[in-house]
């Protein structure tokens, strides 16, 4: 049999690795995976190369910054090697939580898209969960709430009996729903203390948020689930004592998963100390132990998934903490980077597997959020591939990058492994110097349907 593409290299499945391996293509789709050599009428040979399964980012920004948007953002996915990404709904000036935005959203995607995106959702502070079924009909495909208020209108904290209505209604639904997980009145308390004691250096911010207002507002968030039966997600964790809790009420029969951020296992407060607003972040960075033990948690199988939680500021906005932390606004660029760091971390110096890391970065997500069709190298799956270079040594510099680097905490640190290309639905997108295709051929992913 022939077929319209082969694509040849060192092949990660599951739950084994074909060294020199071949996959058949047909309109997009994997049609055959084998050890030996498949026919086809376009090869593309990736020998030397590792064809993982398309990273799949489920934390990205795109509009909180709204001069970054869906054009720029996924060509910075692209040539990460990220193929799809769920975008937030917290976008400037308005988030997504009714159908009239979303639709508009939708247009953009369609429209400026390089890459494969789903959309979340949010509610408003009081009286949203009647919209929740509406932007489901829609293809949102998750929800995102907070317990921590950034803007009242834009990324608010939703009061307690909102969250047990809203994951009452989800639970419903079968859709899950995230959280951003920080108590509000710690936070906030403890940082109009130091602003008014003129504490202000670089560390204040991981000393105004200190690990137990992510681990006070995770155990409510999941107890709130066990009740109510609902399928919670916790963003970015930076704590490996939240991650006890969360296997705790595994164990225990809730249905919770966990999601960490590159950062929190590439950094740590010494940073935050030493560079101030690049590595600032919500939660913050926390100590070289912590991030030992998040590694742990890692190789464990204690964390779901890895995600960039990726957002670009201006960086005159950032520059503006440089003398009062306070000033600088969370956050840093990630879906450029994630893939390359995280695949030198935990293949060169942490010795985890291929397979580990196709689960860690694409097919964990998947599962999680219901992706049809994506996440695995499978027949009958999404011709979605990203391939890696695992020889290739390259330095922390402006020049390997798109993304600003002023806005990250890692000029200078050097890396192994990095990019070849991008392969969404069989086609090359980026070939690891240029973007292949233009806006608009990415989709847009709807959410499964209501159960």
């Known amino acids: 049999m022939s077929y319209e593409k082969v694509f040849n290299g060192t092949v990660v499945l599951e739950n084994k690795v074909i060294d020199n391996g071949y996959i058949g293509v047909n309109d ?6 084998s050890s030996e050599k498949l026919n086809g009428k376009q090869h593309i040979d990736l020998s030397g190369k590792v064809i993982f399964p398309g990273a799949i980012d489920v934390h990205v920004h795109s509009f909180s910054n709204p001069e970054e948007g869906f054009e720029t953002t996924s060509k910075l996915s692209a040539r990460g090697g990220v193929t799809t990404f769920l975008d937030m709904p917290y976008d400037l000036p308005n988030p997504i939580n009714n159908t009239e935005i979303l639709k508009e959203k939708i247009k953009d995607l369609k429209k400026n898209s390089y890459v494969d995106i789903g959309l979340w959702g949010t509610i408003s502070k009081r009286n949203g969960t009647e919209k929740i079924k509406d932007l489901i009909d829609e293809g949102v495909m998750s929800f995102k709430l907070s ?28 859709i899950l729903v995230a ?17 008014e004691e003129n504490k202000t250096h670089n560390l204040a911010h991981a000393e105004t948020r200190p690990p137990y207002t992510e681990t006070a507002a995770v155990l409510m ?9 609902a399928k919670l997600h916790i963003v970015h964790v930076s704590h490996p004592r939240t991650l006890e809790l969360i296997k705790l009420f595994k164990e225990m ?21 030493e560079q101030g607003p690049p590595a600032k972040m919500n939660p913050p960075l926390r100590s070289e132990e912590d991030v030992a033990k998040m590694w742990e948690h890692l190789k464990a199988g204690n964390i779901d998934l890895i995600s960039s939680d990726h957002i670009v500021w201006d960086i005159k906005d950032k520059e503006k903490g440089y003398n009062n932390i306070f000033k600088s606004p969370s956050g840093l660029p990630g879906v450029e980077i994630i893939v390359r760091v995280m695949y030198d971390a935990m293949i060169n110096q942490h010795n985890m597997s291929y397979n580990e890391f196709a689960k860690l970065m694409s097919t964990n997500a998947a599962e999680r959020f219901s992706i049809t069709g994506k996440g695995k190298i499978k027949n009958g799956y999404d011709a979605d591939f990203t391939v890696i270079d695992p020889n290739e040594e390259w330095e922390f510099q402006q020049e390997n990058f798109e993304t600003n680097i002023d806005l990250l905490p890692f ?41």
């Open 28 to 33: 997009g789709k994997i049609a055959e995976i």
């Open 253 to 273: 029969g809730t249905d919770v998963s966990a999601e960490t951020c590159y950062t929190y296992l590439l950094l740590d407060e010494d940073d935050l100390k």
């Open 221 to 229: 968030l999941m107890e709130f689930a066990k009740w109510t039966g």
């Open 147 to 174: 317990t921590f208020e950034t803007d009242a209108y834009r990324f608010p904290r939703i009061p307690n009996d909102e969250i047990i209505k809203a994951m009452k209604v989800l639970t419903d639904t079968g």
């Open 411 to 451: 000029k200078g640190r050097k890396f192994k492994g990095n990019v070849a290309a991008a392969i969404i639905r069989g086609e090359t997108v980026f070939d690891g110097k240029e973007l292949k295709v233009k806006p608009g051929y990415g989709n847009f992913i709807e959410g499964s349907e209501m159960k």
């Open 179 to 195: 959280f951003h997980s920080e108590d509000d009145e710690i936070v906030k308390g403890l940082s109009k203390q130091f602003e």
